[in-house]
């Protein structure tokens, strides 16, 4: 999986950014997800619906509202069902259902745009999960108005891929923010 290196100021125009997710990072093996650690979750076959039989790394998370900046609700609940086997059912104070939202597929060769592309029609028939978005920072001025616009959503942060090649690791192609 690739993974972060907390944002140290540089110019991050020309990068890929995204909102940052509260929850548990996992991959889709085409049968199960496996958490970072390579724990099987066993999440409910419900979940699992119409997820394709290839590898997509990705979110189990419970949506906005669930950061650092309050009592952490959302977060508790995906972890809970996915490291302790917890209730798949439940929801976060706010309403918000456990999802699976799809980061990228690491053996489809091809730009980050390809990968989400096809991330994108690989999952859209399964009900409890979605493809993450990503915009191109334009500007400064750009990052500063989407990191406050993330805020103001109650956003956990953003994330950047500084490069497009997506390499597994701490490589420092992914920077992360967080409020």
Not at 67 to 96: E, I, P, Q
Not at 137 to 151: D, Q, R, V, Y
């Amino acid at each position: 999986m690739i993974l972060a290196v907390d944002w140290q100021g540089t110019d991050l125009t020309g990068a890929l950014a995204s909102e940052k997710l509260n929850g548990c990072r996992v991959e889709w093996d085409g049968e199960c997800f496996w958490t970072r650690s390579g724990n099987r979750v066993n999440a409910p076959a419900w979940f699992t619906k119409g997820l394709p039989k290839c590898r997509i790394n990705g979110e189990i998370h419970c949506g906005r509202g669930t950061g650092s900046r309050n009592d952490n609700t959302g977060y508790k609940v995906a972890m809970t069902a996915v490291v302790h086997g917890g209730d798949w059912f439940k929801a976060t104070d706010n309403g918000t259902q456990i999802r699976f939202t799809a980061l990228y597929m690491p053996d489809i060769k091809g730009s980050w745009a390809d990968k989400q592309r096809i991330v994108k029609y690989a999952i859209e028939n399964c009900p409890h999960a979605d493809a993450i978005e990503t915009r191109k920072i334009k500007s400064a001025k750009h990052f500063a108005a989407m990191l406050k616009e993330l805020h103001a959503v109650n956003a956990e942060g953003a994330m950047f891929l500084t490069k497009g090649n997506g390499l597994p690791g701490r490589t420092g192609e992914l920077v992360r923010f967080k409020f």
